[in-house]
């Protein structure tokens, strides 16, 4: 685990109530839809999930500009010139750039960045630094790297984990692609105009039904689905429904994440919600 066993990504939610609107709240994101490992092949000629870059403490801190200044916390960040980003070099989405100190264990995120004169600095709408020995959440209506103002590398599956301890420890983020104008702890911020009742908050858990029988899973995707019983998935940003995130990584088998897809919406119930924020 990334951060101490206390932390709210590493909560066991298995025995927490269900929130009233889960069952509307469901059908809003899409009961019959499937969830959709976010990860594990090769997407637009580069690999899918969100990468992640580990340095030690000597690595040389470069300056970053923001476009979202007043939420970001400000540089220089240790991101090598060659730093991997999500999607690739040539990429028109996120573009999220993730270094882990592994020395100090704190975690550096951006936002839509590009590199400037060959990596001697770099440019982002949005950028984020957590202390994973000591983290605290963001300020008040503060974005992070991610829409919901958490950070995203310790809520990603990874291959070591899933296919090396086999076993899920954490709560893994996830998308929808209608959210909530409003957010719910751990989040921090929302990005959504739409005030309808039944669409998901920023920071909102879903675990697996506890009925839910992973018997007839295996490998990876069982490690997952047993996961997502005690741990659940943390929503995160907007994208697609029921979009789960990992890191990308060469020994991901594909097949072997597919069966996760058999669970549909309808197995997934809302864990209870603290208050909602909406502004």
């Not at 893994?172 to 669409?199: D, Q, W």
Request: aromatic share 8%; hydrophobic share 35%.
């Amino acid at each position: 685990m990334l951060l101490p066993s206390e932390d709210e990504w590493n909560r066991d939610v298995s025995s927490d109530e269900v929130d009233p609107r889960s069952e509307a709240i469901i059908a809003s994101i899409g009961a019959d839809k499937p969830l959709h490992e976010d990860f594990g092949l090769i997407w637009k000629g580069a690999p899918g999930g969100i990468p992640y870059y580990v340095v030690k403490g000597d690595q040389p801190r470069v300056p970053v500009t923001f476009r979202y200044a007043d939420e970001s916390d400000p540089g220089p960040y240790p991101i090598p010139p060659d730093a991997w980003i999500e999607g690739g070099p040539q990429a028109e989405g996120d573009r999220h750039v993730l270094v882990l100190d592994r020395d100090a264990m704190k975690l550096y995120e951006l936002f839509h960045a590009f590199p400037v004169n060959g990596g001697k600095s770099w440019k982002a709408s949005s950028g984020a630094i957590f202390d994973l020995k000591n983290p605290k959440p963001r300020p008040a209506g503060w974005t992070s790297a991610d829409a919901a103002g958490l950070p995203i590398l310790p809520g990603l599956a990874r291959y070591d984990e899933i296919c090396g301890a086999g076993v899920l420890r954490h709560a893994l983020r996830f998308t929808v692609r209608k959210s909530r104008h409003g957010y719910v702890s751990p989040a921090s911020h929302f990005a959504s105009p739409h005030m309808e009742e039944n669409l998901p908050p920023m920071g909102m858990r879903v675990r697996l039904k506890a009925s839910f029988d992973t018997t007839p899973f295996q490998g990876p995707a069982k490690v997952i689905l047993e996961g997502l019983k005690k741990h659940g998935l943390i929503l995160a940003d907007n994208g697609g429904d029921w979009y789960i995130s990992g890191a990308p990584d060469d020994r991901w088998v594909h097949e072997s994440l597919l069966p996760i897809r058999r669970v549909k919406g309808r197995d997934l119930e809302v864990v209870k919600m603290g208050e909602l924020v909406t502004r």
